[in-house]
């Protein structure tokens, strides 16, 4: 079993900045693919950012592109999202989930976190 813990949620204002991380505990981090993804009330979840296990490829949803910067700390066993020029549609719960894969963006997640919430006011 892996577990991974969310936090750096928050409220913050349009055009401000947040930093998440993911915490993961288990089984060897570097071992897993990592991603980000959020749900919106009332919206289905989707895909925000992945990162292959040593960290050297990512990749993101055009949406967040240019703003959000996804990394990982193999050393600490933490996967980060840098969130720059928040917008309220960027409004969410934030979730990690980590995959068994060699593979940038795995077909499917084996663990997930329990979500941290980020609003953005306007």
């Known amino acids: 079993q892996v577990q991974l813990v969310e936090s750096g949620g928050g409220l913050v204002q349009a055009g401000g900045s947040l930093r998440l991380s993911c915490a993961a505990s288990?089984?060897?981090?570097?071992?897993?693919?990592m991603g980000w993804f959020r749900q919106a009330p009332g919206k289905a979840r989707e895909f925000v950012a992945a990162?292959?296990?040593?960290?050297?490829?990512?990749y993101y949803a055009d949406s967040v592109k240019g703003r959000l910067t996804i990394s990982r700390d193999n050393a600490e066993n933490t996967v980060y999202l840098q969130m720059n020029s928040l917008k309220p549609e960027d409004t969410a719960v934030y979730y990690c989930a980590a995959a068994l894969s060699k593979a940038v963006v795995p077909k499917s997640y084996d663990y997930w976190g329990q979500g941290t919430q980020v609003t953005v006011s306007s």
């Open positions: 990162i292959n296990w040593s960290g050297g490829a990512t």
């Open positions: 288990g089984h060897t981090f570097s071992n897993y693919a």
